[in-house]
């Protein structure tokens, strides 16, 4: 497996003592790493390499690692997630099996407990926390459609935990001699101007394919402290519910009453995931292929029900979008298949999450959501535009430093943009939009010849509205596309994989009250 590793970006104007930290770490890397502070930056375009793309063939449900390795109601599919501060995480599992088919019947949530018991010892366990537990179906009033109902999820929140300290779990029913092996994680670092996770893993549209694989291997080896995922988790809507597949389907199943989706992918990828999210905490937002539609229009069950999110602890009334601390920095995600617009719960949920961050605590402070607003690629240009129009101002008003996106199937990095001009204030947007899933690369520009979409069809399928329409001002006034790679974009590249986000200590003062330092990395795996 080889490495490329694309240009970091900092904050700081300090950042030579921590070139050369970051340089030990990298080994191979002999070049420059640039801070935004010498930005804007000229616009880099990557020529696309086919190498990059690897192998997208989704995992077989006969590879050993989707396979089910547990029995009766032995925990299964356990992942941690963060709550808002350090003192308390969520700790998810499974138990039981799934059915799919015609005629399927529901397990009982109330037949088996909800317990952790941790402690700082892996051999003293002598704290025991209990949770809620749920089971989910996926129904279709459809003759020949396939239902399905999940096996039993189960959410413990462990609280009153200490800052950068490593503890010892197990999760399951003891009662039912139903327990699992002993794991283990590591709390967030306490919020300060000077504290912070080591390695903040972001990855987007992951899917479970072999790219996948390679992916998480490359990751895992990073030894992250955390993982952001920004959408589109499973893919499992690229499937039938008889477990027919495929990259396009729309292309390949145009006929269907529904668009359907073959659950059992949400298992199979909460299996392969296990080794790593049941000792690094992730932290999920939706994407549109969470969306899965089924009887009774209901949308994003199983998204909003096999993770645990700090929505009630940071105020919000939704799994669409929460925030929470790590460190140093303060991390709002929001919801861009949800109302956003400025009379919704969501604006005024952000409003007053914004006014209640104190940079003097969480100097950092960085927004993520799905599609991203400042994308140069053909595919989903300026489809989230209405959501930018919202909420743009908002996030700018605060002083938002850095957004994280995904959707679009490649990376980007912004210069500091607002209203699509160069603002030394305005925030650095990254779309890191593919880490390996089985629909196809994003490789055209809407800049290039031929390749800028009609208006008509860029807005987005499921939330509507039009809000795209040609530039005003600037080296693209009266066109809907730039004839170049805009300014604002500073660098472009089909490829697949993920990013570690590192923060250094401030050691001067910067524009725009931000007083510290941060460095994103770009880590492509490739087979």
Not at 225 to 253: H, Q, R
Not at 381 to 399: F, H, N, P, Q, T
Not at 440 to 456: L, N, R, T, V, Y
Request: aromatic content about 14%; proline content about 8%.
């Amino acid at each position: 497996m080889n490495s490329l590793v694309s240009p970091l970006l900092s904050f700081n104007r300090s950042f030579i003592l921590f070139h050369n930290l970051l340089l030990l770490f990298l080994g191979f890397c002999n070049c420059h790493i640039p801070t935004t502070l010498e930005g804007p930056f000229l616009p880099v375009t990557v020529p696309f390499d086919p190498s990059l793309r690897g192998d997208t063939i989704d995992l077989p449900d006969t590879d050993p690692r989707v396979l089910r390795q547990v029995t009766g109601f032995e925990p299964e599919q356990i992942s941690l997630s963060l709550s808002t501060t350090h003192e308390s995480v969520w700790i998810s599992w499974i138990t039981g099996e799934y059915q799919i088919g015609y005629d399927i019947k529901p397990l009982d949530p109330k037949t088996v407990s909800s317990v952790v018991q941790y402690g700082t010892s892996k051999f003293e366990l002598v704290n025991e926390a209990k949770g809620e537990s749920l089971i989910y179906n996926q129904l279709y009033p459809f003759e020949g459609l396939e239902n399905y109902t999940s096996g039993i999820i189960h959410h413990v929140r462990l609280t009153g935990l200490e800052a950068s300290t490593l503890y010892y779990y197990q999760c399951g029913d003891p009662s039912l001699h139903a327990m699992s092996d002993i794991y283990y994680f590591r709390t967030m670092p306490i919020s300060g101007p000077q504290s912070y996770p080591g390695r903040i893993a972001i990855v987007g549209d992951l899917g479970l394919t072999y790219n996948t694989t390679t992916t998480i291997s490359h990751m895992t080896s990073n030894e992250p402290d955390l993982v952001l995922l920004l959408g589109d988790v499973t893919y499992a809507n690229l499937y039938l519910t008889n477990g027919t597949g495929s990259n396009c389907y729309s292309c390949s199943f145009p006929q269907t009453p529904i668009h359907e989706t073959y659950q059992p992918r949400w298992d199979y990828w909460g299996r392969f995931m296990q080794n790593l999210v049941s000792r690094v905490p992730i932290m999920v937002v939706e994407g549109n292929h969470e969306i899965e539609k089924q009887a009774g229009d209901k949308t994003f069950v199983a998204y909003s029900s096999r993770f645990a999110f700090p929505s009630k602890e940071s105020g919000s009334p939704s799994t669409f979008y929460y925030s929470f601390n790590a460190g140093g920095i303060h991390f709002i995600m929001l919801g861009a298949y949800i109302n956003y617009e400025k009379p919704g719960e969501q604006y005024k949920w952000l409003e007053r999450d914004l006014a209640n961050v104190d940079r003097s605590v969480t100097p950092w402070l960085v927004a993520t959501w799905h599609p991203p607003w400042y994308s140069s690629y053909k595919a989903h240009y300026r489809e989230a535009e209405c959501m930018r129009v919202e909420i743009e101002d908002l996030l700018y008003s605060y002083g938002v430093d850095i957004v994280f996106n995904g959707h679009v199937h490649a990376y980007e990095r912004s210069n500091r943009v607002y209203n699509y001009e160069l603002d030394p204030c305005g925030p650095v947007y990254i779309t890191i939009g593919d880490g390996g899933n089985r629909e196809k690369m994003s490789i055209p520009f809407a800049d290039e010849p031929g390749h800028c979409p009609d208006p008509s069809t860029t807005p987005d399928p499921y939330m509507g509205g039009f809000c795209a329409t040609n530039f005003t001002s600037g080296p693209a006034a009266g066109k809907f596309c730039w004839d170049r790679q805009p300014d604002y974009s500073a660098f472009r590249e089909s490829s697949f994989g993920y990013g570690i986000l590192e923060v250094s200590l401030p050691s001067h003062p910067i524009p725009c009250a931000v007083q510290h330092n941060m460095v994103v990395e770009k880590l492509h795996s490739i087979n």
